[in-house]
């Protein structure tokens, strides 16, 4: 019987309360974050906080789980990349590793856990069809999933997305 500790999914949701503060801050910096020396300063003046104020609520719902990164969007084919959805099906038992193998490819730009036999999905990018092709078959090798379908992108389709919170 296999004593050791259970890991926790890295793709288990957490939980975390919203104020009437946070959530001003979390629409004003979804699409209009400043490109500004002191950026959260600004913030805080367009919300009536102060720069420390944001700073201190920004890195809470950074740890709480609610922001999982700030930065810029870009065009990827338009900068010469390609992008392709992967599916997988993982055992139960092997999430953790999977997920922790795939998220170390600095192409890899979602990773999602899903019901279905194809349980993880991630997208991919990078510059060659050939690159994410040998990435993808290093994956299989490292973690011992072979069920790993390459779905490239065909026509690409952006919508901009801001949630009101």
Request: charged fraction near 30%; aromatic fraction near 10%; hydrophobic fraction near 35%.
């Amino acid at each position: 019987m296999d004593k050791s500790p259970k890991k926790e999914s890295p793709l288990k949701e957490r939980i975390y309360k919203l104020d009437w503060t946070d959530r001003a801050i979390l629409n004003e910096i979804q699409s209009h974050f400043p490109i500004k020396a002191r950026p959260y300063r600004e913030i805080g003046e367009r919300l009536g906080l102060s720069e420390k104020e944001v700073i201190f609520r920004v890195n809470r719902m950074t740890k709480g789980g609610i922001i999982r990164r700030i930065g810029a969007n870009f065009n990827s084919r338009k900068l010469g990349f390609i992008s392709t959805l992967c599916a997988a099906q993982v055992p139960t038992e092997k999430i953790p590793d999977f997920v922790e193998a795939v998220n170390q490819y600095t192409g890899v730009t979602h990773n999602y856990e899903r019901e279905g036999d194809y349980n993880i999905w991630f997208t991919f990018i990078a510059e060659s069809q050939k690159l994410i092709e040998s990435s993808l078959k290093e994956i299989k090798h490292r973690t011992g999933v072979e069920n790993l379908i390459n779905l490239p992108a065909v026509n690409i389709f952006k919508i901009k997305v801001d949630f009101e919170v």
